[in-house]
């Protein structure tokens, strides 16, 4: 069974930088797309970054455009997010769902998330 | 951007109820509209892909129905585990955007 587990979030100070991992496993993760959606305590959803299944495009939204960056290892079967120049209003759960390569773009499976703070 | 509404913002009823929540797109999203559910610190999970497609594994008292801007999810016969925040998902254009969710709550 498909199984994505996030973990480097922490607290972080404003203009920080923190990196996410995304581990998966129980699916040919070389084979799919990626994202990083995120939600502020609280609040509702929010796509992040997209990568597709070979790396060879990435897409953010513009809030995170020039300070994250989507990356993944396919050796590692492991999704990383790169995040810099960190503001308050990126605190959130971050998680990572895998792409279902169907109708659009679906979300059809998530991680647990893992929290980022930004504050001083 | 597209965005995304959601109604009601919430709404309150009992175990075997017909619930309904609709959700519309600024323009036309043809039928690349998703619908997830979300329990109480959980990840989100997919219900319905493509509008009316039902995810593997959900159990057919979700429906989904809608094309174009207007889009609904329908729970037949609620149960207690349905109990939770509904998101609409356009999956048309990058960013992809979520509707601000309907909670579903014991009446």
């Known amino acids: 069974q498909v199984h994505l587990v996030e973990s480097g979030g922490g607290v972080v100070q404003p203009g920080g930088s923190l990196r996410l991992s995304c581990a998966a496993s129980?699916?040919?993760?070389?084979?799919?797309?990626m994202h990083w959606v995120r939600q502020a305590p609280g609040k509702g959803l929010e796509w992040v970054a997209f990568?597709?299944?070979?790396?060879?495009?990435?897409y953010y939204t513009d809030s995170v455009e020039g300070r994250f960056s989507i990356s993944r290892d396919s050796s590692e079967n492991t999704l990383y997010l790169q995040m810099n120049s960190l503001r308050p209003d990126d605190t959130a759960v971050y998680y990572c769902?895998?792409?279902?390569?169907?109708?659009?773009?679906?979300?059809?499976?998530w991680g647990q998330g893992t929290l980022v703070t930004v504050s001083s | 951007d597209i965005q995304m509404t959601q109604s009601p913002s919430s709404l309150s009823a009992s175990v075997g109820d017909t619930v309904t929540i609709t959700c519309r797109a600024s323009?036309?999203?043809?039928?690349?509209l998703n619908w997830y559910q979300q329990k109480s610190g959980k990840a989100p999970k997919l219900l319905i892909y493509a509008a009316s497609s039902l995810q593997s594994g959900v159990p057919s008292r979700f429906s989904g129905s809608g094309s174009g801007t207007d889009f609904t999810l329908t729970i037949t016969s609620l149960q207690p585990e349905d109990f939770a925040t509904y998101y609409c998902?356009?999956?048309?254009?990058?960013?992809?955007?979520f509707g601000p969710g309907t909670k579903v709550d014991i009446k």
């Open positions: 323009q036309s999203i043809t039928i690349y």
């Open positions: 769902a895998k792409d279902a390569d169907s109708v659009g773009w679906t979300f059809d499976f």
């Open positions: 998902q356009q999956s048309y254009s990058i960013p992809f955007t």
């Open positions: 129980g699916f040919t993760f070389s084979r799919y797309g």
């Open positions: 990568i597709r299944y070979d790396a060879s495009n990435q």
